[in-house]
């Protein structure tokens, strides 16, 4: 989707550009990793039929025209200019996948609604037929609407921010509070994942920390790739909403109904986060500068 015609931008660039050509060749080899990062992050958030590839290769453009028209004088780090470029052409290539109507997204956000209320009251996760019936439909309707979404790219730009104040002031360390902050983020992090259901915790695992296929996973636990995309958004929403009752109270979820099995269950897994961390387990998943080896796959998972 991504055009290879140079933009008048691009040309701009190349004509002013700082760096010589074996500098910025420099410049794009060492930070193709950070393509890789934010596409991983963006993917974990949009529907399975969007390429890696679209993505990655819009994510490259943006990473070679960054390289031409940063200027090192101006102390703004090239990861930070460069990121705040790549996450603009990301953007911009989902947009121009984006063709679902509104009618598709009703459609979408009545049936996840319908689902979600089918779970709490069957306290599992309903039939393809049980959810037609509620729905007034038939399931070969109700597949064609699953197909139309997933053929859309749902996405909402909240948290996407191309650009913001900090990516035009040099790049400054935490102090010590907010590392300290930060750390037991990532420890809570841990924790949330150690404390899922064997499979899910598989699931999570595999996808965001080892970063292996879809496929690969499905093949290992026996089920489709759909399902495995069931299992990481079920684990995403818990680790979500784990993390928030311990770490931000306000944003917690509050269950309809405290006494059906999926409330019940929920708060049991809450409750294992909190019993398995103590402040220093959780300071021990990181080093004084915050870092783990598994730190850029924590942090799509918690991004997503």
């Known amino acids: 989707m991504t055009s290879n015609v140079a933009t008048a931008a691009d040309l701009a660039a190349t004509a002013t550009a700082v760096l010589t050509a074996a500098e910025q060749e420099e410049l794009i080899r060492t930070h193709m990793p950070l393509v890789g990062h934010l596409v991983r992050d963006m993917l974990s958030r949009i529907p399975n039929h969007i390429h890696r590839d679209d993505l990655t290769s819009a994510g490259l453009h943006a990473l070679v025209t960054a390289a031409r028209s940063w200027d090192p004088e101006r102390g703004v780090p090239f990861n930070r200019f460069a990121g705040t470029r790549i996450r603009g052409a990301l953007l911009d290539e989902l947009r121009a996948l984006d063709w679902a109507t509104r009618s598709v997204r009703s459609k979408a956000r009545t049936t996840d609604t319908t689902r979600q209320q089918l779970t709490t009251t069957l306290g599992r996760t309903p039939t393809a037929d049980e959810l037609a019936q509620a729905l007034g439909t038939t399931t070969t309707d109700l597949?064609?609407?699953?197909?139309?979404?997933?053929?859309?790219?749902?996405?909402?730009?909240?948290?996407?921010?191309?650009s913001s104040a900090d990516d035009m002031v040099t790049e400054r360390a935490p102090g010590p509070e907010e590392m300290l902050l930060r750390r037991e983020q990532i420890g809570y992090l841990h924790h949330a994942i150690a404390s899922l259901p064997d499979r899910l915790q598989t699931v999570v695992t595999e996808y965001f920390l080892r970063e292996r296929p879809m496929a690969d996973i499905a093949a290992d636990l026996g089920v489709t790739e759909s399902r495995v995309s069931q299992l990481r958004a079920e684990a995403l929403s818990l680790l979500k909403d784990g993390l928030n009752t311990h770490l931000n109270p306000d944003l917690a979820p509050i269950p309809e109904n405290p006494e059906s099995i999926v409330a019940r269950r929920r708060a049991s897994y809450y409750a294992n986060i909190g019993n398995n961390t103590s402040m220093r387990s959780r300071l021990a998943m990181t080093n004084e500068h915050g870092h783990t080896t598994l730190g850029q796959g924590l942090a799509a998972a918690a991004a997503a």
């Open 143 to 162: 597949q064609q609407t699953d197909t139309d979404v997933q053929r859309a790219t749902v996405l909402s730009l909240q948290g996407f921010t191309t």
